[in-house]
């Protein structure tokens, strides 16, 4: 869900400006002067880490070189946990649960202080014997909703892992997966590849829950007051990060959207659930104008998967609760037809199931299968 303002002729001011993050004051994660001359993908710095809860593992970050929405060079990052005793893991790269503004958020941060919402999926692929990697796939200003830039950096941190001499994993089988914002992040990866990474070798894609049209999803929020407003407020500011120019999002807050702006700049899921639940566009905005402007509408579109022609060439499986109410059946459905007609081999795979994270745990024990399946090098095939 998104809560967007019109774009209105205003002066810019300090407080008009997009609010981003408190920067990770690890230096790990800082950017080198030669980014630029580096290629998508390389590796910039690794190093071994405690894998903490995750008993059976050995740990590893990679911060690498991505590109964002414009086209720009960003430092990005990815958390890798090996299976001990296992020679030649496949790779899956599990894009997490991040909704959320703060750096704290990342999954490079995330598994280790408690925010990680689906630490514990996450780990179902390494009692497989697999390894996994998860990046922190909204890129360092922690662009929540920016799903084109989510889908580059993914492809990017497989690039990075292969890359990565200490890890072993260049001749590695490689699936991707995820769900919701995660399921987004995955699903445009895979839409993604053919152009942007095309080397890259994927055995499987495995999506589900996507939020497949911002621009429906923003228009169904409404003015009303709505429990999930707080990840709607969070995804328009995230959407500001990435399209400062384009999509300038605080310039038409009010007094009580400036506050609640910095009050959640840093936040996680968690914190931005409780405390936007039942807020609403009509009270933090200066003007009911919403989602007025062609320019912020051609921004949603960019980020969503119902209007992009591209089409993955990898096996994918996904799968959709019929009746979703946070990310729609219809938009996912449309895109499931669209990869059909053009011969993607796709197993899709309606849920009869309203609530959304109780259709991902449905899901998820087929979507493992369907990815071991490609592992094992077994036939694919089409179920649309």
């Known amino acids: 869900m998104l809560c967007l303002v019109a774009v209105g002729s205003l002066t810019k001011t300090a407080s008009a400006d997009p609010l981003y993050p408190t920067p990770d004051p690890d230096a790990f ?38 590109t964002n929405s414009a086209g720009h060079p960003i430092m990005a990052a990815t958390t890798v946990l090996l299976p ?28 280790f202080n408690g925010e990680l919402q689906d630490a514990v999926g996450a780990m179902l692929p390494v009692s497989r014997g697999w390894a996994i990697s998860l990046p922190d796939y909204l890129g360092p200003t922690v662009a929540y909703g920016a799903a084109k830039l989510s889908g580059m950096v993914t492809l990017d ?5 292969q890359r990565a001499t200490e890890l072993g994993l260049a001749d590695s089988k490689v699936a991707i997966a995820g769900y919701s914002g995660g399921g987004m992040a995955s699903a445009w990866a895979g839409a993604l590849q053919p152009t942007y990474a095309p080397e890259l070798k994927l055995a499987a894609v495995v999506a589900g829950g996507i939020p497949a049209d911002l621009e429906q999803m923003a228009l169904s929020l409404g003015f009303e007051p709505h429990p999930g407003f707080g990840l709607a ?32 700049h840093d936040e996680c899921r968690r914190f931005l659930l409780f405390h936007g639940a039942f807020r609403s566009a009509e009270q933090l905005a200066a003007s009911k104008s919403l989602m007025d402007s062609p320019e912020a509408r051609a921004v949603l579109r960019e980020n969503s998967l119902r209007y992009f022609d591209g089409v993955p060439t990898a096996p994918m499986y996904m799968w959709q609760g019929v009746y979703d109410t946070l990310t729609f059946f219809e938009p996912v459905k449309e895109v499931a037809d669209h990869y059909c007609r053009a011969g993607v081999p796709l197993t899709f795979a309606p849920y009869e199931i309203a609530e959304h994270m109780t259709t991902a745990v449905a899901g998820f024990p087929d979507a493992w299968n369907y990815v071991e399946a490609r592992f094992r090098g077994d036939p694919v095939t089409t179920h649309c």
């Open 29 to 66: 994660f800082t950017a080198p002067a030669d980014l630029e001359a580096r290629a998508p993908g390389d590796v910039v710095r690794t190093r071994k880490i405690d894998s903490g809860p995750y008993v059976g593992t050995t740990g590893w970050q990679i911060a690498f070189r991505s």
């Open 84 to 111: 001990n005793g296992v020679r030649n893991p496949p790779l899956v790269s599990y894009q997490a649960l991040i909704n959320s503004l703060g750096s704290k958020c990342n999954p490079s941060r995330s598994m």
């Open 157 to 161: 941190s497989v690039r990075a892992v």
């Open 233 to 264: 407020f969070a995804a328009a500011m995230g959407l500001e990060r990435e399209y400062p120019e384009r999509l300038p999002i605080s310039a038409q807050l009010n007094e009580a959207g400036r506050w609640f702006r910095e009050f959640t």
